[in-house]
């Protein structure tokens, strides 16, 4: 993946390093996604704007899985 591309899944997540692409490469590879957006709700320090992404995402991921 290029430096400045980001895996569908987790393109609201405005990475600052190539370390933090490829994290989201291997998060996006994981067969565990729902799993990880959940820990990060679970995250007390994360900010509200982050979080609200993070659940829209989860919904998007799982609403796409019983389609």
Do not use: G, W
């Not at 591309?5 to 590879?29: G, K, M, T």
């Not at 996604?33 to 989860?58: E, F």
Request: charged share 30%; net charge negative; glycine share 0%.
């Amino acid at each position: 993946m290029s430096r400045h591309e980001l895996p569908q899944d987790l393109n609201f997540i405005e990475p600052a390093s190539q370390c933090d692409y490829d994290l989201l490469d291997e998060v996006a590879a994981s067969e565990d996604l729902d799993s990880i957006l959940v820990m990060l709700l679970l995250d007390d320090t994360l900010s509200d704007s982050l979080r609200r992404k993070v659940n829209n995402q989860l919904k998007a991921t799982r609403s796409a899985t019983l389609n």
